[in-house]
């Protein structure tokens, strides 16, 4: 199974960019740390789920086991990794390409840059499936969601 794209199809709610966006520039603040989690599709939502960074190490991120076997469960197997780059664009970077927990999607926001980039995994290259426009998509959609 793939993800839904089409070119204005799948979004990310903007109360979960605005969530993100803000953890992330305040654990970016705090030793360049990344978040992470897992997301998944419902409907032509992206659905974020945080999880627990388990390394304390300056922009790296590990999701627990624990963490990936929800998801799993949760999406029948479509469903991906994300993290945050606190001081990089949103491009997966060497520890990325080397093995992130990703099952075919990597969903990377850039904390400079204000944006999410989603990409497709296979055989660890890495192909650009679309970017997310925190201004844009805040500006077209209601904020109750």
């Known amino acids: ?33 990344e978040i992470c989690g ?18 304390s190490n300056p922009c790296q ?12 469960r949760k999406t029948r197997g479509v469903w991906g990794a994300f993290h945050s780059h606190p001081l990089a664009e949103a491009k997966p970077g060497a520890g990325d390409i080397k093995g992130g ?9 850039d904390v400079i840059g204000d944006e999410f980039r989603l990409w497709h995994v296979e055989r660890r290259a890495y192909t650009l499936m679309k970017v997310f ?11 109750d969601d």
């Open 101 to 109: 927990p990703y099952n075919g999607y990597a969903l990377i926001y």
């Open 1 to 33: 199974m793939k993800l839904e794209v089409k070119s204005r199809g799948l979004r990310i709610s903007a109360n979960t960019q605005r969530r993100v966006r803000n953890t992330s520039r305040s654990m970016s603040n705090f030793e360049h740390r």
């Open 133 to 143: 426009d925190f201004y844009r998509d805040w500006l077209l959609e209601p904020l």
């Open 61 to 72: 991120f590990k999701v627990s086991r624990a963490n990936l076997k929800m998801a799993r």
């Open 38 to 55: 897992v997301f998944y599709q419902r409907g032509t939502q992206l659905v974020l789920e945080r999880t627990l960074n388990k390394t």
